[in-house]
């Protein structure tokens, strides 16, 4: 019999302070979020200092709240997994000083992951990847599609040139008024109404796999600034539902064409918008007859949770990644660095 | 007694060792280089050199601010860690009482250290020492260079300004006070991790959960939105 490998991860890079114990890889133990989100709603996004400010006052409540839930110790741990970013560097700065400290004071190795490296593998808390794979990676901060040829490796081959889709549903939704985050608020909305008015779609060039999103922005804005002028009434349901439908539309259909030019067995939805119901619905009834298996994470494994990162560490430690104690919050860090050995 | 002390408030780093009596080692750096990078290997290093293992102390200190928001995030979050997974207590001074007690435990008179708080404000505090036991005067606050020497001419005996800013507000403050202000020398600007391990020592321990770093200063935009929420009122 083998020993069970248990891997801490630690999230930071948000407004989010998260910390997880996974078994093996795939089976949580303990999952804690402390959610900041009630102190940044005053200020309709999310304010950086503040959000620093905050993971200084949970960072040792929710360590001790996660190593009690899982009835782990720390001498126990195999590995502790860390976000190294991209994210709010303030942010980053205290889950890795925090793991750096753990990391030293018990003598355990240090990982350093990539925050959409651990979106991808919450997929792995709910099945097995099966390799080739795509995952379509969806949140405040970024639109990707990236292709994994085995564990722990990872080809970006399509991402935004611009806003990221949960920034566009933000914006859209201050347009409605509606209140911070907006991104429910839309997908709630968009199954209320139809999508009757004709919105663009960015498709760029053929062939690629970026996306944009900010044409579709100023086109809502202008729909809106329009009919205020005219004096006409914009029905938000059906604002709501025809930008939705644009997103989807790009989003499904991109993903469609990537999975059969690579042939892959999977696809995994990761990041926040993957909460997204309409995306949900789209994904699941397009490929409903393909041999495509989609996997759709629950909806507390989509948003940012530090399960998703112990997941990834987990991949990582047994490929031999380590860092050491001068790892740092890299607000630019490319998923791309786990490709190489880095020991 | 082992005590860690951690200093990463400004732009000095500063790592202490005290056991009982003895300062067994320093490291401080005085140089625009990232904490988040430096501070775990300057404490390991520290640690292997003085044959000190984690699990050999019995105390950490780390200082509070005022100084960088990051910078001082970075010393208490590795403090608040270590201190927590060790289970042993912990103890937060003062950015400026460390400086004080680094350049003013012979000086007869009043102790002001300050750090450059941009746009010709200065963290700083006021401090005395009686009996070689350190005293506030005035309390830690942030404040225009300017105002904060006119305060100081109604003290009754002569100030020791200490900072690694000291340049940079020098001809403020020998304008308004003349001999009255001395100077630190170069040598003793630089806040000492042993004092810092000292001070913290004997201080009583703090909730550890709770502690957060004294940043003065509200968040700006808290500050705006409580200003906003006033006049809304
Ligand atoms: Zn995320």
Redesign the interface.
Request: aromatic share 6%; glycine share 8%; charged share 20%.
């Given at each position: 019999m083998t020993k069970d490998q248990l891997i801490m991860g630690i999230e930071t890079s948000c407004d989010e302070t998260a910390i997880a114990i996974v078994k093996n890889g795939r089976e949580i133990l303990a999952n804690v979020v402390a959610s900041q989100i009630e102190s940044h709603k005053?200020?309709g996004g999310v304010?950086p200092?503040?959000a620093?400010?905050h993971h200084?006052?949970q960072?040792?409540?929710v360590?001790?709240e996660a190593l009690a839930q899982a009835n782990v110790d720390?001498k126990d741990l195999d590995a502790i997994a860390v976000t190294e970013g991209p994210g709010l560097v303030?942010a980053l700065?205290?889950g890795?000083?925090?793991a750096?400290?753990?990391a030293?004071?018990?003598?355990i190795p240090l990982i350093g992951v990539h925050h959409i490296a651990g979106h991808i593998y919450a997929n792995r808390l709910v099945t097995e990847m099966n390799f080739p794979l795509l995952s379509l990676v969806v949140s405040g901060g970024h639109t990707e599609l990236v292709y994994m040829k085995e564990h722990g490796h990872f080809e970006v081959i399509g991402e935004t040139r611009d806003d990221a889709a949960g920034e566009a549903y933000d914006k859209v939704a201050r347009t409605l008024h509606l209140p911070y985050p907006g991104g429910p608020h839309i997908d709630r909305l968009a199954h209320e109404g139809k999508a009757t008015i004709d919105l663009p779609r960015a498709w760029l060039e053929d062939g690629s796999y970026d996306f944009s999103f900010s044409g579709l922005k100023s086109a809502v804005i202008n729909v809106v600034h329009n009919a205020q002028q005219r004096g006409e009434e914009i029905v938000p349901e059906e604002l709501a539902a025809s930008f939705q439908e644009s997103v989807i539309d790009v989003l499904v259909t991109k993903t469609q064409r990537a999975v059969k030019e690579y042939g892959v067995k999977q696809v995994l939805l990761a990041g926040g918008v993957a909460a997204n119901k309409g995306l949900r619905e789209k994904l699941s009834t397009d490929f409903a007859d393909s041999d495509v298996e989609i996997v759709i994470p629950p909806l507390s494994l989509c948003t940012d949770n530090a399960a998703m990162i112990a997941a990834a560490g987990s991949i990582l430690y047994e490929k031999g990644q380590r860092a050491?104690?001068?790892?740092?919050?890299n607000p630019g860090l490319e998923i791309t660095i786990h490709n190489e050995s880095r020991k | 007694m082992k005590v860690l002390s951690i200093d990463t408030s400004n732009y000095v780093l500063g790592i202490g060792l005290l056991d009982g009596e003895t300062v067994l080692g320093e490291y401080i750096s005085n140089i625009k280089k990232n904490h988040s990078v430096r501070v775990m290997p300057a404490i390991q290093t520290l640690m292997e050199e003085c044959n000190i293992k984690p699990g050999d102390l019995s105390k950490i200190v780390v200082a509070e601010g005022p100084g960088s928001y990051t910078g001082v995030r970075i010393g208490v979050t590795v403090a608040k860690t270590m201190a927590w997974t060790l289970k042993i207590p912990l103890s937060g001074v003062s950015s400026l009482e460390v400086a004080a007690a680094s350049s003013g435990r012979y000086f007869d008179g009043y102790v002001s250290p300050f750090f450059d708080a941009r746009r010709g404000q200065i963290y700083t505090g006021l401090y005395k020492f009686e009996n070689q036991k350190l005293q506030i005067v005035k309390d830690d606050q942030l404040v225009m260079s300017a105002d904060w020497v006119k305060t100081l001419n109604e003290m009754d005996s002569r100030i020791l300004f200490t900072s690694n800013d000291l340049k940079l507000h020098e001809d403020v403050i020998k304008e308004e006070l003349g001999d009255k202000a001395v100077l630190a020398a170069v040598t003793e600007q630089n806040p000492r991790p042993a004092e810092l391990a000292l001070l913290g020592r004997d201080k009583e321990a703090v909730d550890l959960h709770t502690f957060v770093p004294n940043y003065i200063r509200l968040a700006e935009a808290e500050a705006n939105w409580l200003k906003a929420q006033e006049t809304k009122k």
């Open positions: 005053r200020f304010v200092e503040i620093s400010r200084v006052e960072i040792t409540l360590l001790e720390v303030g700065l205290i890795v000083n925090a750096k400290a753990l030293f004071a018990n003598g050491d104690l001068t790892l740092n919050g | -």
